[in-house]
């Protein structure tokens, strides 16, 4: 029973050494593979001679019942006998069989060395090389390249070197389709020329170069199509690689090349799009063109062109940075120079500029519009600004004359400070000594105006304090509201000279004081013709008003009160007169109206009311007349119609048959 459980396990241990030596081409596969078999024949060689052997003892004890003992006496030791054979059978066929099974100890190949015999060395050699390591496979190919026709294992050495060359090139293969073909020479390079599969290397190799050969002229055929935007050409060179009997030029290069194809693509339509932003020609434009072109691959072949955009569109935001500052807009020059990016070599320039703006600006706003201590701080600042521009610079000469000028331009801020401090008091003497200090500002300098502006007006206050006396006098004169003071202030008044400042305020006051006298002269004539009108006697009363002068005080008002009754006396007029229209046009005399209302002459108050009436009452008879002429119209298509139906009988008569003869 021991047996049979045994056989089995070594049975599977057997078959299980088979299948791994069998992969790797072993003769000593072979053979265990020979042993494995004619153990496993063996059981079923004995299974039949068992059954034999069951059948007599069957047989047997049918005949057990049979009485005689001499029978049973031979019965019993025939079986013993057959027992015993088979017995002695079992046991050699037993350790026959063990011994079949149980292979030899295998090597432990951790303790081979040189001196280990070649059997061992060369089992392990194939073991190591079973692992690909190209290593190993050197080492296993100079183990047996030395070995000569008479040694006993020459025959394996060479079947083994057979298969570890197509181990070598199949790792050759593999650095191939990985993309190196010089891995894969200098693989195959390891193979000893007197390999059995040397041919093989041969080919192989031949195959190999053919094939880069190719694959090569494919992809620089198509790189350089891509270089030449000749996107047609580029995809057909793709599309014969995709072709080629070789897996990294088939696939790997194939689909690097699809892919630059499309980054490529992708990088000149972002070129194009970033064009297309720039119409107006704007710096905003600009800044999102250079955003857009910065964002395209730098390792693509359309880079260099897309650099020499960025370059052009930059110099072009300098330049409207630099418009942006002659024109005095330093936030506009601010957001230009912003665009450019921060890594670009024009950058710098850009950032001086602002810098040369800020220095300028410092004198941009009028003094006037901030205080001493505003101005101080700007042109400070200014100046500040101005010394950071390096001597590298395209502005530095600029800068340094702006530093020159932003420091005269302080020094005259202070002599300017002084005068005003001086000219504050208000007196004659002080105003004098702030007209000498602002005086000492040179003509170009950048102060002067305001210096000339101070001087000016401490002028006019001079004169203002020398001619007020004048005016006061004059005001008091005035106070009395008679006419002969309104003449006595206004001759007092009129001493002012021309160009004086008070002049105008003088001048003011004397054509006040000039219609108040006329106001007092006309008066009683004005109240005189308003007197008539109210008696009714308003042909009088525009003949007293007419006696007001245009020019005077009341003149306007006389002719207001003129127009006034001029107007009643039309109306008074024309009146009757339209009233008679109405009543001519109530009768149906429309023509008759017409005529009436037209008497009322143009620029008469009722001549609108006339010509309204007029437009009213020929509407009216133009929508008779067109009344008559419809149904005068109606009438003769009905008699024109009754005719042709009178000759259309006539042209048609009818004719009757003869009746019957009786």
Request: charged share 25%; aromatic share 8%; with cysteine.
């Amino acid at each position: 029973m021991s047996l049979e459980n045994s056989q089995p396990k070594k049975l599977e241990v057997s078959s299980n050494t088979t299948s791994k030596n069998g992969d790797n081409g072993h003769s000593s596969s072979s053979i265990v593979e020979r042993k494995a078999v004619n153990t496993n024949s063996q059981p079923s060689e004995e299974k039949p001679n068992n059954d034999l052997e069951v059948e007599p003892e069957k047989n047997s004890q049918k005949s057990t019942a049979s009485p005689s003992h001499k029978k049973e006496k031979s019965y019993w030791g025939f079986q013993l006998m057959w027992w015993s054979v088979a017995a002695s059978f079992g046991i050699t066929g037993g350790a026959a069989l063990i011994w079949l099974l149980v292979n030899p100890p295998q090597p432990n190949c951790e303790n081979i060395s040189l001196l280990s015999p070649d059997g061992k060395r060369l089992y392990c050699a194939n073991k190591a090389a079973e692992s690909r390591n190209l290593e190993e496979l050197e080492k296993a190919l100079s183990l047996v390249k030395d070995w000569s026709e008479e040694h006993p294992l020459y025959q394996i050495g060479q079947q083994m070197t057979g298969e570890w060359t197509k181990l070598i090139i199949s790792v050759a293969e593999e650095k191939i389709r990985e993309g190196d073909l010089q891995g894969a020479l200098d693989t195959v390079g390891k193979i000893p020329k007197d390999s059995p599969a040397y041919v093989r290397v041969e080919e192989a190799k031949a195959n190999w170069k053919t094939q880069w050969a190719e694959g090569q002229s494919f992809y620089d055929k198509a790189i350089e199509a891509i270089k030449a935007i000749n996107w047609d050409k580029a995809s057909d060179y793709s599309l014969a690689m995709s072709k080629l009997d070789n897996v990294y030029w088939q696939t790997t290069k194939h689909r690097e090349l699809l892919e630059r194809i499309v980054l490529e693509k992708k990088g000149w339509q972002m070129l194009k799009d970033a064009r297309d932003l720039i119409y107006w020609e704007t710096a905003d434009e600009y800044g999102e063109a250079i955003a857009v072109a910065n964002n395209i691959d730098p390792n693509l072949y359309i880079r260099n062109e897309v650099d020499q955009n960025i370059q052009k569109w930059v110099s072009t935001l300098i330049e409207i940075a630099t418009k942006n500052i002659e024109e005095e807009d330093l936030k506009g020059a601010i957001s230009a120079v912003g665009f450019i990016p921060s890594e670009h070599k024009l950058k710098k320039q850009g950032e001086d500029l602002i810098l040369l703006g800020h220095s300028l600006a410092a004198t941009w706003n009028s003094p006037e519009e901030k205080s001493n201590t505003a101005n101080i701080l700007a042109l400070m600042e200014g100046k500040a600004a101005a010394t950071q521009i390096t001597s590298n610079s395209p502005y530095y000469q600029q800068a340094q004359a702006q530093i020159k000028q932003l420091q005269q331009q302080l020094d005259d801020l202070t002599r300017i400070q002084l005068a005003k401090a001086v000219g504050g008091m208000g007196q004659p003497f002080t105003l004098r000594l702030a007209i000498d200090q602002a005086g000492m500002i040179g003509q170009k300098q950048p102060r002067r105006i305001e210096a000339q502006t101070l001087i000016a007006k401490w002028r006019k206050d001079i004169l203002k304090i020398e001619d007020r006396p004048y005016v006061v006098l004059a005001k008091q004169l005035a106070k009395q509201e008679t006419v002969d003071e309104y003449n006595l202030a206004i001759k007092q008044a009129s001493y002012v000279p021309l160009e004086h400042p008070l002049r105008i305020e003088a001048q003011t006051l004397i054509a006040e004081w000039i219609k108040r006298v006329q106001i007092i002269e006309d008066s009683p004539i004005i109240a005189e013709a308003r007197t008539l009108a109210e008696e009714g006697k308003l042909e009088k009363a525009i003949d007293v008003a007419y006696n007001i002068k245009e020019g005077r005080a009341l003149y306007g008002e006389a002719q207001d009160e003129i127009y006034k009754w001029n107007t009643e006396l039309q109306i008074a007029q024309d009146r009757p007169i339209l009233n008679t229209a109405y009543s001519l046009a109530n009768q149906g005399s429309l023509s008759a109206a017409i005529n009436k209302a037209y008497q009322i002459g143009y620029g008469r108050a009722l001549y609108y009311e006339a010509q309204d009436a007029i437009y009213r009452w020929e509407s009216e008879l133009n929508a008779i007349r067109a009344a008559k002429q419809a149904e005068e119209a109606r009438k003769q298509e009905e008699y024109q119609r009754a005719q042709e139906q009178y000759y259309q009988q006539d042209s048609n008569p009818q004719y009757y048959s003869p009746s019957p003869q009786g």
